[in-house]
């Protein structure tokens, strides 16, 4: 794509987002977000709509455009650091690190469990409507639909009243479970398109420490120098393009060593948000870098799920598609409650108390969002790709408008019945 073609279509997207997000603000008045997704969902249905009964060919010019912005790179390469950062930057580190074991076992044997169980059902499923998917493609499914996802979470957490225990728990699991998520997603991608039909364990194995110890590392030590390049002057700009650097940084460097940029950036942001903080920041600086990087988390968001309302035009749905995706929403949320009360129980087990009302609340809090329609898009051309796209995004518009829309009742009832 050329400058002048990013240019435009970056022109058409804001225009776009700010004008649906006056229509919201005026009249709808949902957390933006949600607002957007919903006002462009409306905008393509009714495009759809209008060509069908009068063939005016604006669908058609519409699909064209879209299939111009690769939706995949445009939030894994382009987006995903930019908001893990900001959102990892305002995470309180101390209240993460107290429920760090509920949020381990969520954001690793949660997501595994979660995918087998999701994958092996939709499997038998799939076949009730005629369609021929591998049962190896329906486990890499699960695995990309499996995780909850940061972006939208913490876009529509922020919006909510939620005690703090819980807030850092549905936050927490949210900027880890990913990365976790993308690395079975690949191994499991790799042993479907595999001539042999696997993948050996020890390359398995190679992936898991690439993508995650590699990340890890490449975030605290970056993360570190940054801290130290902050703590040596006090000028808030120089130190806001300082932060700007060090995720663009890590992006670059995790992509060249093949390891979890996402990871990275968010031990990055857990580190600059705290320990530097407190030590390496003045209050000025803090102000600015933090309205900085909300401003960038807003923006972002808000192309993201305008554009996420617009997939709608590019993704192939029928009778039987729409019928598939209303079974398997049942399927992927109780794939959700397996995620959630398994490490509870666990966790009871071992003695460690967990608070009233939490499960409830992390299994309808857990939103999956534009990374599982990027992961599902970046697929392979196979037989069973259209099947995958629509269950994948039927899931996350019923995630993000009717879980969005209604966590903060479930919170409210969860704690009132607790209470009681």
């Known amino acids: 794509m050329d400058a002048a073609t990013l240019l435009n279509i970056s022109a058409i997207l804001l225009g776009f987002a700010a004008l649906f997000g006056w229509l919201n603000t005026m009249y709808l008045k949902l957390p933006l977000t949600i607002g957007l997704m919903l006002i462009a969902l409306l905008a393509s249905a009714s495009v759809t709509g209008l060509d069908a009964v009068f063939d005016l060919g604006y669908g058609d010019r519409a699909r064209t455009a879209l299939e111009r912005i690769d939706f995949h790179d445009s939030l894994m390469i382009g987006m995903l650091h930019l908001l893990l950062f900001a959102g ?71 919006t909510l009243t939620v005690p703090k225990a819980l807030k850092t728990k549905i936050a927490g699991e949210s900027l880890f479970n990913d990365g976790i998520g993308v690395v079975v997603f690949l191994a499991l991608t790799g042993i479907a398109t595999s001539t042999h039909g696997h993948v ?15 990340g890890v590392l490449i975030g605290l030590v970056l993360g570190y120098v940054a801290f130290l390049a902050m703590r040596k002057i006090d000028d808030y700009v120089v130190e806001v393009i300082i932060s700007l650097a060090l995720v663009m940084g890590i992006y670059a460097l995790c992509a060249y060593l093949h390891a979890s940029g996402p990871l990275g950036v968010v031990i990055a942001g857990l580190f600059i948000g705290n320990h530097g903080s407190r030590f390496a920041m003045s209050k000025v600086t803090q102000e600015h870098l933090e309205k900085f990087w909300e401003l960038i988390d807003e923006v972002l968001n808000a192309v993201l799920f305008l554009l996420i309302g617009f997939e709608l035009l590019v993704i192939p749905f029928t009778e039987n598609l729409i019928m598939l995706v209303l079974l398997i929403i049942p399927v992927v949320l109780m794939g959700r409650t397996i995620a959630v009360v398994l490490p509870t129980i666990l966790l009871k087990s071992r003695g460690m108390v967990v608070e009233k009302g939490t499960v409830p609340v992390l299994i309808w809090g857990g939103l999956r969002g534009g990374i599982s329609v990027a992961l599902a898009l970046s697929l392979p051309e196979f037989e069973g790709k259209g099947p995958i796209l629509a269950m994948t995004y039927g899931i996350v518009v019923f995630s993000i408008i009717v879980q969005g829309l209604t966590v903060q009742r479930v919170i409210a009832r969860s704690l009132s019945e607790h209470a009681g």
């Open 200 to 214: 050996d364990p020890k390359e398995i194995g190679i992936l898991l420490f690439e993508e995650v110890v590699i």
């Open 88 to 158: 990892a930057l305002h995470t309180d580190l101390d209240a993460l690190l107290r429920h760090k074991w509920h949020i381990l076992l969520m954001a690793t044997i949660g997501v595994v469990v979660s995918t087998f169980f999701i994958g092996f059902v939709t499997y038998f499923i799939v076949g009730l409507f005629g369609f021929s998917i591998p049962l190896i493609w329906c486990l890499v499914f699960g695995s990309l639909i499996s995780p909850t996802d940061p972006v939208a979470v913490l876009s529509i957490i922020r």
